[in-house]
């Protein structure tokens, strides 16, 4: 028995030595396959990736140019982004980053120089203040990114590639409508994993073609084909001894040319006619008297584009900030008899120093309707 037991021990052992060749080759079979599933899973995974942040920073461009409208403060969606600023589109996303560049593609091209942010005065102090001298008002406007968040980076590429580049768009495909600075909109593009037009999964476009990454309506309120209607409802805070007569509603806003041509190239919109339809002031009714009773004007106004400095100026007001004076002008039907002032009670030449402009803001809309409040001294 002894030596049965041992025998059968021995076999064993034999037995549990090694695999077979085909046990091998299943083993490495099976090993190759779980290593190609996990390769698979980590380019699949890798390509998600790129192209979650070629979207993310499809947004961020559009946000960039037109701010993020979600965003309120105080009830008003917050103004920001490069049209508030410059009253225009970019014409490459360089422009968002930097705020002078030169076109590498062409070194005799003179360099690119965008206005930088400042106080701009509202009117010509000789021509459209008096008393002369006066300190002209102001509204704040230029560039003032970068608008564009790349980590230090001096690219903002799509999440397909990370090479350097002189492009000015950084590789992106942009597209704009019109011809500068009239340009209504705006398509910036990503071709996808193999940098070519078309092409599906990974190699895909984004977006795909046809969508604007911002369009004319997104950022600007258009006067064509037909120029709209502008509601102003002027507020004065107290009324006039005197009835006013010939008053008129200028508004002002900021648009850089984007010519580097021009001189000067950036600029308010000086003494910008809203309308030449004047309304009157009624004076206010006695007795009693004091105090005053507040006066309020309603006025529709249709907003006609200017012919200088540009010569032929975009039809179209864009989002941003603006202000508007109130100004004693000429009846047409009488005879000149003193220069424009701006209304702060009277239309004498004595100018009063404490009359400031109303700031709003300006947004796209169908059918604005814009309160201005006037508070005379």
Request: hydrophobic share 35%; glycine share 6%; with cysteine.
């Amino acid at each position: 028995m002894p030596k049965i037991q041992t025998n059968n021990s021995k076999h064993q052992h034999k037995r549990q030595q090694g695999f077979t060749l085909l046990e091998l080759l299943v083993v490495i079979g099976l090993l190759g396959l779980v290593a190609m599933s996990i390769s698979s899973l980590v380019v699949e995974d890798q390509g998600v990736k790129r192209q979650q942040a070629t979207e993310k920073r499809w947004d961020e461009i559009r946000k960039a140019i037109i701010g993020d409208s979600s965003r309120t403060l105080n009830g008003e969606p917050m103004l920001s982004g490069y049209v508030a600023d410059m009253g225009r589109l970019p014409r490459n996303l360089t422009e968002l980053l930097v705020k002078d560049y030169d076109d590498d593609n062409d070194p005799l091209t003179p360099d690119f120089v965008q206005p930088a942010w400042a106080e701009f005065a509202l009117y010509d102090p000789i021509a459209g203040c008096t008393p002369n001298p006066c300190t002209p008002l102001t509204l704040g406007a230029g560039w003032r990114g970068p608008y564009l968040y790349t980590g230090g980076s001096k690219y903002f590429k799509d999440g397909w590639s990370a090479t350097e580049t002189a492009d000015l768009d950084f590789d992106w495909e942009v597209t704009l409508t019109g011809t500068s600075p009239a340009h209504s909109a705006i398509a910036v593009q990503s071709l996808g994993f193999d940098n070519a037009v078309g092409g599906t999964e990974y190699k895909a476009d984004y977006p795909e073609a046809g969508i604007n990454t911002v369009y004319a309506s997104d950022w600007q309120l258009s006067t064509l084909p037909t120029p709209p209607t502008i509601q102003f409802t002027i507020h004065f805070n107290k009324a006039p001894l005197f009835a006013q007569t010939a008053l008129e509603l200028r508004i002002y806003y900021f648009q850089d040319d984007a010519n580097v041509t021009t001189s000067p190239a950036d600029f308010i919109k000086n003494n910008e006619q809203v309308s030449n339809v004047l309304f009157e002031l009624p004076a206010a009714a006695l007795p009693p008297l004091p105090p005053l009773p507040p006066a309020t004007v309603s006025t529709s106004i249709t907003y006609s584009p200017p012919t200088a400095p540009i010569l032929t100026p975009p039809p179209y007001l864009p989002m941003g900030k603006y202000a508007a004076l109130v100004w004693c002008t000429d009846d047409p039907a009488t005879p000149a008899t003193e220069p424009d002032v701006i209304y702060d009670g009277d239309c004498d030449s004595a100018q009063d120093t404490d009359v400031k402009p109303y700031y709003f803001t300006m947004l796209p809309s169908a059918t604005p309707n814009i309160k201005i409040y006037w508070n005379t001294p």
